[in-house]
């Protein structure tokens, strides 16, 4: 039995009300996430703060994994956008981009995961862009922003989105694409981008 297939009984044990299950996964990627969140997140008492609202939005999600990634590549994905939006909580610098794809987490090693220049440019540059996205957020409808939230920071998919907003699947698309649309049109100016690049 792989690693994957023993990570999988967890989940259906949890998914079914085990809730000693789930504590078995928190105990087996604790330290994993924790080393991985520890290259956005500087201060250890963040990171652990991080690390568990992951899990709690892990543990509350539980019922929408349906197995199609393994669960760290799941658990991955929802760590990092917890910290993207713990940092952006905090008017702090995001990261724009990570070194390996999250489909590839269950692989990663202890090696630097995450790529980022640190030029004084880069650095100002990627400050603005944050403030500006979350600006950007901020000021759209709360249909809109719900959707964008929930697609880019909670990374459901589109069929969850539109059961938890309680609309059909073309709305929900209609929305992140709106949403997508007014926040490039806000960063626009910073990226001097062509009117035909979405972010």
Known sequence: MTDRDIDQQLVTRAQAGDKQAFDLLVVK???KLGRLLSRLIKDPAEVEDVTQEAFIKAYRALAN?????AFYTWLYRIGINTAKNYLVSQG????T?????????EGLSEAALL???????????????GEAVN????????????AI???????????DIAVMMDCPIGTVRSRIFRAREAISEQL?????ARKDKRW
């Open 149 to 159: 939230q929930l697609r880019e920071l909670e990374a459901m998919s589109y069929e």
């Open 92 to 95: 702090r610098r995001v990261p």
């Open 188 to 192: 626009r100016p910073l990226l001097d």
């Open 135 to 146: 600006s950007a957020m901020l000021s759209l409808p709360e249909e809109l922003r719900t």
């Open 97 to 105: 981009s990570t070194a390996m794809d999250a489909d590839e987490a």
């Open 29 to 31: 990627y604790h330290r």
């Open 115 to 129: 790529q980022e220049s640190s030029t004084p440019e880069s650095l100002l540059l990627s400050k603005e862009l």
């Open 65 to 69: 994994f349906r197995g199609d990634s």
